[in-house]
C-alpha cells in the first residue's frame, strides 16, 4: 500500500477504494501541485490494482474542497515572467503546459477504465468541483449549508480545469452560463435539479451511496465520450441556441460592460467547445485559460480579492506576541442605526453584548433591529428558530452604564457630535476595568480628539463600520496618535470574531474610505455643474466598474449629510477647501427643493412606492444648460471618476494615512466597490503604471481641474517605474527574512 501525504486511500472487500482527501496541515483542503500528484499516483494505483473495481473520492474535512490554491497560479505566473525575460515562445508554451495539468489529470480520471464517484460531503469550490464533475458519480450531502460553486471569476479567472466544457455537457447552455459567468453557489437540490450531480444523501450515507452507484454498474464512460452523444437542451445550432446565445452576449455586456475578460471567455469557451469534440474543446480552454491568466485583471484580482484579502483576515497588521482576546461581553452605547447593526453582528458570532441607550424603549428598539433581520434571514432559510432564540438571548438592552462593567470591549455609536460623544466616554469609562478598549464608530471626528476627553487614550480607538452594517464585509481601524498596540490587537481580533475585514488607519478628517467616496460624489457634482447628462453621469460610473452611480450613493448616504460636511469642511479649513459651485448645488436640493435623498424619498432620484422603482429626478437637467450628449465622451467620464478616486488613494498614502497598499485595495472594494476588475485603488495605478497614469492625470488636471493634480509620490514613482507594491512592500520583513 502506498502512504500518501493528503489522503488515504483504503479499499475494502468489496474492492472499492475509498480515497479520503485531507491535507494534516489545512484547515480546508485545496488542490496544489503535490496533491495534483499525489491524485495522479492514485489514479494509477486504481487502474492497476486488479483488486479495485472503482473508486470513491471524498473529504476527510467538513467542506469537500475550497478549489485551486490561487497562490499556486500566482507562483505559475511569477515564473512565467522570468522565463519570458529569456525566451518568451517557451515561457508561453510552458505557462500552457502547467495550464493544462490539472486538464489532463482530470482526464486521466474519467479515461482510466474504472468508475470514480465524487462523495461530496461538504461544500466543493472551483477545482474541486471541476474534478468531481470529472468523475462518472456524483453524491452530495444533503446537510445543511453544503454549496456547489465555480467562482473563478469573482478573482479574474474562469473554470480552466474542464468545466467549461462538462457543465454545458451535463446541463443546459442557459444554466451553464449562469453558473459559470456569476460564479454563484448552488445548493445540493438545486445541482440536482440542474442534472449537475446525481444523487443527494443523508450525510452519513453520502459514502455509501457513493459506493452503491458502483455496485450498481456505474459505467466508468462519461457521457460525451459515448457515441451518439447529445448536448442537454440542444446544440449550438438549433433553436434553443439561437434564442439563448444573442441574449446572452448582452446580458453578459449589460452586467460587466466589457470589463470582465474572463466572463466574456467563457462564452467563448461553452460556444466553440461545443462545436467540436470534447478534447479538442479542452484545448481551446487550455488556449484561452493561458491567456486570461495573463491579463492585468486577472493577476490584479487574484492579489487583491483572494491573497490580500485572507492575509488581512488572518491578521496581518495585528502587533505580534499580544495575546488573543477571547471576548466575553463587548459593550454597545448607541442602539440606533449602526449600534443596533453592530449589536446584531457581534451577537451573530455568538459575544453577550450590552446594547446602551438613553432610555431602556430605545435599547429595546435596536434590538428589535436584530429580531426584524433574523425575521428575514429566516425568510430565506439561512436561519432557524433555534438561531433566533440563542441570537436574541445574547443581547441585554439597557439604560443602565453600570451593565457595561465587565467588558472587553465598547463600541459607542451615539450621535455624530463631540459632546454627547464625551459624555458616553465618560461614563462608559466610570464602570470599565482598566484594560477594557473604548472604540468609537465616528464617521468624521478625529479619534485623537475625541480620545482626549478619554482617561486612558491607549486604549481609546476608531472602529468604523459601514451601512448597512450586517452586509458591509469591512471595518476601518482607525489609530489615534496615542493608541496602543493592545487597542489595535483588540480591535483586530473583535473584527476577525464578526468575520469582517479590518483595515487600519492613521487618524485624519474622512479617514480613507470617505474621502475617496467624497472624491467619487463631487466629480459628478462637477459633471452636473458642466451640464452633463445626469443619466450619462450614473451610466458612466456603472461603465467604470462602480457598482452604485454617484448620485445614487450620495441619496443612499443623504444630501443634508453633504450639506453638513460641506459646512464644516468650510468652517474648519476656510473658504479655499470647497467649491462655490459645489455648496450651491448641494443648498439649492436641500434647502430649495427638499432633496434629501432616499431618506425623504425625494434625492438626485425620486422615489415611487414600489413597485415602481426610482428614476432620476427630471428636474435635475434643468438645474444646469445641459450638453449635447452625443458630444460628451463617455470613456472620459469613466476615467475621471476612477482617476479621482486613485488619486485620493495615492494622496492617503503619501501621508502615511494608510501605510499597506493591500488595505487601499481591499478597502477600496470592500467599501465602495472600485471597479473590482482593477484589483482596486492602488491597483489600478500600478496596472497601467505610473508613468501612464500621471500622465492620463495631467491631461484630465489641463480639461477639467486641479482635483486631478498628481500628488509628489506619484510622479516621483513615475519616474523611478516603481509600483506600490514596490515602494510599500508589505512584504519586506519576510522577503528580508528568506
Ligand atoms: P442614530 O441617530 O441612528 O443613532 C444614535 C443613537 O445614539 C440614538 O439611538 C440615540 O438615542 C443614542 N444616543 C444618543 N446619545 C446617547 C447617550 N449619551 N447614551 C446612549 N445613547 C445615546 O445615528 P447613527 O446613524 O447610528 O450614527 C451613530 C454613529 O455612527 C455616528 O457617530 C455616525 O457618524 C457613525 N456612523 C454612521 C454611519 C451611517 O451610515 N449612518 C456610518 C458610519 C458611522
Not at 96 to 118: A, I
Not at 246 to 267: D, K, M
Not at 528 to 542: R, T
Request: hydrophobic fraction near 40%; aromatic fraction near 6%; charge should be positive.
Amino acid at each position: 500500500m502506498t502512504n500518501y501525504k493528503n489522503f488515504k486511500v483504503e479499499t475494502g472487500a468489496d474492492g472499492i477504494a475509498v480515497v479520503t482527501w485531507n491535507m494534516p496541515d489545512k484547515s480546508m483542503n485545496v488542490l496544489t501541485e503535490k496533491v495534483l500528484t499525489e491524485l495522479d499516483k492514485i489514479i494509477d494505483q486504481v487502474v492497476a490494482d486488479a483488486a479495485i473495481k472503482g473508486a470513491v473520492i471524498t473529504s476527510g474535512k467538513d467542506t469537500f474542497s475550497g478549489g485551486a490554491d490561487l497562490t499556486m497560479m500566482q507562483e505559475m505566473l511569477a515564473r512565467f515572467k522570468k522565463e519570458q525575460k529569456q525566451d518568451a515562445d517557451k515561457a508561453v508554451q510552458n505557462l500552457f503546459d502547467n495550464v493544462g495539468r490539472m486538464t489532463g489529470l482530470y482526464r486521466k480520471l474519467e479515461t482510466c477504465g474504472k468508475p470514480w464517484v465524487s462523495a461530496i460531503n461538504g461544500t466543493c469550490m472551483g477545482g474541486a468541483l471541476e474534478l468531481s464533475l470529472a468523475c462518472h458519480g456524483r453524491v452530495v450531502s444533503d446537510a445543511e449549508g453544503v454549496k456547489l460553486a465555480l467562482p473563478e471569476v469573482k478573482v479574474g479567472l474562469f473554470p480552466g480545469a474542464g468545466g467549461t466544457q462538462r457543465v454545458p455537457r451535463l446541463v443546459n447552455q442557459q444554466d451553464a452560463l449562469q453558473m459559470m459567468t456569476t460564479g454563484s453557489s448552488l445548493t445540493a437540490a438545486r445541482a440536482k435539479g440542474m442534472g449537475l450531480v446525481h444523487e443527494v444523501a443523508p450525510a452519513k450515507k453520502l459514502v455509501e451511496t457513493a459506493k452503491k452507484m458502483i455496485r450498481n454498474g456505474l459505467k466508468p464512460v462519461q457521457p460525451w465520450d459515448e457515441k451518439g452523444f447529445k448536448l442537454p437542451g440542444g446544440a449550438i445550432y438549433s433553436a434553443a441556441g439561437a434564442n439563448l446565445w444573442p441574449a446572452a452576449t448582452a446580458i453578459l455586456r449589460r452586467e460587466t460592460s466589457g470589463n470582465y475578460p474572463a466572463a466574456l471567455t467563457i462564452l467563448k469557451c461553452v460556444y466553440e467547445g461545443l462545436l467540436v469534440p470534447f478534447d479538442t474543446g479542452l484545448k481551446i480552454e487550455q488556449r484561452y485559460f493561458t491567456h486570461i491568466l495573463q491579463t492585468t485583471e486577472a493577476q490584479s484580482m487574484i492579489r487583491s480579492l483572494f491573497v490580500s484579502l485572507q492575509e488581512l483576515n488572518k491578521g496581518a497588521r495585528r502587533p505580534e506576541g499580544i495575546k488573543p482576546t477571547k471576548f466575553k461581553k463587548i459593550g454597545v452605547i448607541g442602539a440606533g442605526f449602526m449600534g443596533a447593526g453592530i449589536a446584531y453582528v457581534t451577537a451573530k458570532a455568538g459575544i453577550p453584548v450590552v446594547l446602551i441607550d438613553r432610555n431602556l424603549e430605545a435599547a429595546e428598539k435596536g434590538k428589535a433591529h436584530s429580531a426584524d433581520l433574523i425575521a428575514k434571514e429566516m425568510q430565506k432559510g439561512r436561519m432557524t428558530a433555534e438561531d433566533k432564540d440563542k441570537l436574541l438571548a445574547l443581547i441585554t438592552p439597557s439604560a443602565d452604564y453600570a451593565a457595561l462593567d465587565g467588558a472587553d470591549l465598547v463600541i459607542e455609536a451615539v450621535f455624530e457630535d463631540r459632546g454627547v460623544k464625551q459624555a458616553a466616554t465618560e461614563q462608559a469609562e466610570a464602570v470599565l476595568g482598566q484594560n477594557a478598549i473604548f472604540a468609537s464608530n465616528t464617521s468624521t471626528l478625529p479619534i485623537t480628539g475625541l480620545a482626549k476627553v478619554s482617561q486612558r487614550p491607549k486604549n481609546f480607538i476608531g472602529l468604523h463600520f459601514f451601512s448597512p452594517v450586517d452586509k458591509m464585509m469591512l471595518v476601518e481601524v482607525i489609530m489615534g496618535k496615542k493608541t496602543g498596540e493592545k487597542a489595535l490587537a483588540t480591535a483586530l481580533d473583535y473584527v476577525r470574531a464578526i468575520k469582517k475585514t479590518p483595515i487600519v488607519v492613521n487618524d485624519t478628517r474622512g479617514f480613507y474610505v470617505n474621502r475617496c467616496v467624497l472624491r467619487y460624489m463631487s466629480e459628478a457634482y462637477n459633471m452636473l455643474v458642466e451640464g452633463v447628462p445626469p443619466a450619462m453621469i450614473e451610466n458612466a460610473a456603472k461603465m467604470a466598474g462602480m457598482p452604485v452611480g454617484p448620485l445614487a450613493l450620495n441619496d443612499e448616504t443623504a444630501i443634508d449629510l453633504s450639506q453638513k460636511i460641506l459646512k464644516a469642511t468650510l468652517a474648519d479649513l476656510g473658504d479655499k477647501a470647497v467649491d462655490p459651485r459645489h455648496v450651491e448645488l448641494v443648498n439649492t436640493l436641500v434647502d430649495k427643493y427638499d432633496r434629501l435623498g432616499r431618506k425623504n424619498g425625494k434625492g438626485f432620484y425620486d422615489y415611487p412606492a414600489r413597485p415602481a422603482k426610482k428614476h432620476l429626478w427630471p428636474e435635475l437637467s434643468t438645474l444646469y444648460p445641459q450638453q449635447d450628449a452625443d458630444k460628451v465622451d463617455v470613456e472620459v467620464l469613466k476615467e475621471r471618476f476612477l482617476v479621482t478616486i486613485a488619486l485620493e488613494a495615492a494622496r492617503v498614502m503619501e501621508e502615511g494615512i494608510v501605510t499597506d497598499p493591500r488595505e487601499a485595495d481591499v478597502g477600496s472594494i470592500l467599501a465602495f466597490g472600485f471597479a473590482p476588475y482593477t484589483g482596486g485603488t492602488l491597483s489600478y495605478i500600478d496596472g497601467m503604471g505610473a508613468k501612464a497614469f500621471v500622465k492620463l492625470a495631467k491631461k484630465l488636471q489641463k480639461d477639467y481641474g486641479a482635483q486631478f493634480k498628481a500628488p509628489k509620490l506619484l510622479t516621483d514613482m513615475a519616474e523611478s517605474g516603481e509600483t506600490f507594491y514596490q515602494r510599500f512592500n508589505p512584504y519586506k520583513a519576510a522577503d528580508k527574512a528568506a
